[in-house]
């Protein structure tokens, strides 16, 4: 492996041009296709065979008009005014109408005319007249009532009780993400208009997002930490930039690959937003590992740049190319859980991470012959010379006496690096899952301030009314009023139930939607206990009365999203784990270095989950990361950070031990080999982590709900990973176990193939040209030593 790369590193140093030339070309090719496609996002989460979903799935054929994306906006009037005084009235009802005539929204006001012009042969309004009066009277006088024009109600819009403010739910003939770029802002500044008139406040709900902002103030800060965090390790401008030229290749060619196809393949928000936060963060990541390395056999052995280069791709581009393949494989454990989002999401982000270690092991050699000896300037060498000197009177580097006291106090340092953990855990065993809801945004947005007003003028139920499919039993046979009543009438009677309301009906009148208002929020336990009362009533009612009916909604979705997830999640990690241990054991040819990787990860994961259970449910330090909403934790995220920090973890185990390797391999003792090992790689592992952590937490920023949690969980996580495990329990461990640590079977040895991922053939066949340079630092000074 080592040769071949070496040969790759050699091949693309000497002819940059060529290898620089079909890059641009992929690129060139991707730019190309964005333009002649434009990017179409989804905020959509789909579970195929779920009950939600087949209910929705059902209605899409059974009534078409109603599986379209739905809008909700809330119109407030003026302090001291009420929304039905007659001057206010106007300007709703010229702004309802705006809506209804908007290009892309159902008009429902056709459709009631048409039936109103039946008389009473209308289904549809006999039905509604026979659910109404099963309703009575209502029983609280904050019950929300229609709003009226010329005698009749106008469909879609209530006003509140108390007069404060109206709430108008409508659909799209399509769904959101479907709709021609500005369709949605363009409803919603139709309405504004008309409604400014009287000093109406529009206020849109969550569910009226079209592409969500992918790329914001944050992330591009999060780059700018790491490109210094780059300048600062490699200590070049040149070589600084080298990474993140990769890691911005990367992105564009596979995050941007992924949007070209978006017009084909429904794309989720969130899987964009982790394929760029990955492709950022390894990209970069990678490169420096290569790039280090690069110098360091400069420096350190006086190679030219050429031999350099090609022998950092030889010997490190195999430790980036295995710890890559971690991150692809744990990704691609998404796809045996058979949930069409997942994967999509796990392929996209995979193929990411495939043309990041791609672009490391071609592009960035092929960079290195055109920058030359630039990349290592006589100031960075000088620098470097510097650094080496700054020991203390025992003639150790920092790392090389941090990795020292780590052996030397192993015992402290395992319990301290188990303990951390397992204290920023202990939340976990609170964490809620859910979607996120008008009430996950910050206070000011407009999503949640339409939350908090329907919340005050409506209810909280109004937030996220259930919808209720109702089909006869009978095929052919039209649902009566009769038993359309009396399934209302069983809905009432179901402890968390405000109302239910007929919301539509087919043509047949073989099919019937009732809208269902809970008296709580959509992420609510109370709710959580209606949606599953109502699936447990399902069967009495079918039964009594000639109709089969099904539960969709924000809520159910939630549950049966979490539910899946749950049973799912167990056979991904195993499969995950199995198949990460596979490629640790050929790695580093031992059995104990693959198991204490994975336990380290187990502890990461907890204290990951735990963290950002603390934070976003239980509202602890928020401000610290302009916070103010709690919400539970986004139903995915679970399972999707799970894989990814697997993945990354791994790589930070792989340039830490690989180092450990090396050392033990050309006749280190264990202990000394642990020590210079940590002190080859641990600035490495430091700076590299430092640059996941920037650019993860620079998502934390994000106004989507979803995307910040994903961002913080990603940072948490790297941060208790490489600072807590790798660089301290690993050690220690490592320490603890001596000889024992690369023990294998032999029958096991002679049975697995040598990867020579440390470069030991390399060095066999293809001898130093020279003789490493030699001055007064030691030489194990000089591999802890960082250019």
């Known amino acids: 492996m080592s040769v071949l790369l070496y040969r790759l590193g050699r091949f693309a140093y000497g002819k940059p041009w060529y290898v620089i030339g079909g890059w641009l070309a992929v690129v060139a090719a991707v730019v190309g296709l964005l333009v002649a496609n434009p990017v179409r996002l989804s905020n959509e989460v789909r579970i195929d065979g779920t009950p939600s979903q087949q209910v929705i799935d059902e209605l899409a054929t059974s009534l078409p008009e109603a599986s379209g994306g739905q809008g909700m906006l809330v119109f407030k009037a003026r302090a001291g005014t009420r929304i039905d005084d007659p001057g206010v009235r106007s300007a709703l009802l010229a702004?309802?109408?705006?809506?209804?005539?908007?290009?892309?929204?159902?008009?429902?006001?056709?459709?009631?005319?048409?039936?109103?012009?039946?008389?009473?042969?209308?289904?549809?309004?006999?039905?509604?007249?026979?659910?109404?009066?099963?309703?009575?009277?209502?029983?609280?006088?904050?019950?929300?009532?229609?709003?009226?024009?010329?005698?009749?109600?106008?469909?879609?819009?209530?006003?509140?009780?108390?007069?404060?403010a109206a709430l108008m739910q409508f659909q799209f003939d399509e769904q959101t993400y479907e709709l021609p770029s500005g369709t949605v802002d363009s409803t919603v500044k139709a309405a504004e208009r008309q409604a400014a008139r009287?000093?109406?406040?529009?206020?849109?709900?969550?569910?009226?997002?079209?592409?969500?902002?992918?790329?914001?103030?944050?992330?591009?800060?999060?780059?700018?930490?790491?490109?210094?965090?780059?300048?600062?390790?490699?200590?070049?401008?040149?070589?600084?930039?080298?990474?993140?030229?990769?890691?911005?290749?990367?992105?564009?060619?596979?995050?941007?690959?992924?949007?070209?196809?978006?017009?084909?393949?429904?794309?989720?928000?969130?899987?964009?937003?982790?394929?760029?936060?990955?492709?950022?963060?390894?990209?970069?990541?990678?490169?420096?590992?290569?790039?280090?390395?690069?110098?360091?056999?400069?420096?350190?052995?006086?190679?030219?740049?050429?031999?350099?280069?090609?022998?950092?791709?030889?010997?490190?581009?195999?430790?980036?190319?295995?710890?890559?393949?971690?991150?692809?494989?744990?990704?691609?454990?998404?796809?045996?859980?058979?949930?069409?989002?997942?994967?999509t999401m796990a392929v996209v982000a995979a193929a990411t991470i495939a043309v990041a270690v791609l672009l490391v092991l071609t592009l960035l050699p092929a960079l290195l012959g055109l920058v030359g000896e630039r990349v290592c300037p006589p100031r960075a060498r000088r620098r470097a010379q510097r650094r080496s000197a700054v020991v203390d009177h025992a003639g150790h580097t920092r790392a090389t006496r941090w990795g020292a006291g780590l052996v030397r106090h192993k015992y402290p340092a395992l319990a301290a690096a188990f303990l951390i953990p397992v204290i920023l855990a202990i939340p976990a065993a609170d964490?809620?899952?859910?979607?996120?809801?008008?009430?996950?945004?910050?206070?000011?947005?407009?999503?949640?301030?339409?939350?908090?007003?329907?919340?005050?003028?409506?209810?909280?139920?109004?937030?996220?009314?259930?919808?209720?499919?109702?089909?006869?039993?009978?095929?052919?046979?039209?649902?009566?009023?009769?038993?359309?009543a009396s399934v209302s009438a069983d809905l009432r009677e179901v402890k968390g139930a405000t109302e239910v309301s007929l919301a539509g009906m087919n043509s047949t009148g073989t099919t019937a939607v009732l809208a269902l208002v809970p008296s709580s929020g959509p992420n609510d336990d109370a709710t959580k206990a209606l949606v599953t009362a109502v699936r447990d009533k399902s069967a009495s009612i079918s039964a009594a009365h000639g109709a089969v009916i099904g539960i969709t909604g924000f809520t159910a979705l939630a549950i049966d999203v979490s539910d899946r997830l749950a049973d799912v999640l167990p056979l991904y990690v195993a499969t995950v784990l199995g198949l990460s241990l596979i490629v640790l054991l050929l790695v580093f040819r031992s059995l104990l270095v693959p198991v204490t990787a994975t336990l380290g990860f187990l502890l990461t994961i907890a204290a990951t989950f735990g963290v950002t259970t603390a934070v976003f449910e239980w509202g602890w330090l928020q401000e610290l990361i302009g916070l103010d909403a709690t919400a539970p934790v986004v139903s995915l995220l679970p399972i999707i950070i799970t894989g990814v920090l697997y993945g990354l973890a791994m790589d930070y185990q792989m340039f830490l031990v690989t180092s450990m390797r090396e050392a033990h391999i050309h006749g280190a003792t264990p202990l000394n080999a642990t020590v210079t090992g940590f002190a080859r790689a641990s600035s490495v592992v430091v700076a590299a982590a430092t640059i996941m952590v920037s650019v993860f937490a620079g998502f934390v920023l994000n106004a989507q709900p979803m995307i910040k949690q994903a961002g913080f969980a990603l940072a948490t996580g790297i941060l208790v990973d490489a600072f807590v495990i790798r660089m301290t329990l690993i050690p220690a461990a490592m320490a603890l176990a001596q000889e024992k640590a690369w023990w294998l079977p032999a029958w096991l040895d002679r049975f697995l193939p040598d990867l020579d991922v440390e470069g030991d053939k390399l060095a066999r066949k293809i001898p130093l040209p020279r003789p490493a340079v030699h001055s007064h630092v030691t030489a194990e000074q000089k591999e802890g030593s960082t250019a």
């Open 95 to 164: 702004a309802v109408d705006a809506v209804y005539r908007h290009d892309h929204v159902i008009d429902t006001r056709k459709a009631l005319a048409e039936e109103v012009a039946k008389g009473e042969s209308s289904p549809l309004l006999r039905a509604q007249a026979a659910v109404a009066r099963g309703a009575g009277q209502p029983s609280s006088a904050k019950v929300p009532v229609p709003l009226r024009a010329d005698g009749l109600p106008v469909p879609g819009v209530v006003v509140s009780a108390d007069g404060s």
């Open 198 to 343: 009287s000093g109406i406040d529009v206020l849109p709900s969550a569910s009226m997002m079209e592409i969500p902002e992918v790329i914001g103030v944050g992330e591009i800060v999060g780059v700018v930490i790491a490109a210094l965090v780059l300048l600062v390790t490699l200590g070049s401008v040149v070589a600084a930039g080298l990474p993140l030229v990769i890691a911005l290749v990367g992105v564009t060619v596979g995050v941007g690959g992924a949007f070209t196809l978006s017009t084909v393949f429904e794309i989720h928000s969130l899987t964009a937003v982790l394929a760029l936060m990955l492709g950022l963060a390894v990209g970069i990541d990678y490169a420096l590992f290569i790039v280090n390395r690069e110098r360091r056999l400069i420096l350190d052995d006086g190679l030219d740049t050429h031999e350099a280069t090609s022998r950092a791709i030889g010997t490190a581009g195999s430790a980036v190319f295995f710890a890559g393949s971690t991150v692809v494989i744990a990704l691609g454990g998404l796809l045996v859980v058979g949930i069409t989002l997942l994967s």
């Open 431 to 484: 964490m809620r899952m859910g979607l996120p809801s008008g009430a996950s945004y910050n206070t000011g947005t407009a999503q949640r301030e339409s939350y908090d007003l329907v919340s005050d003028a409506f209810g909280p139920g109004y937030n996220g009314p259930l919808t209720v499919a109702v089909n006869s039993t009978a095929e052919g046979r039209p649902l009566t009023p009769a038993a359309l």
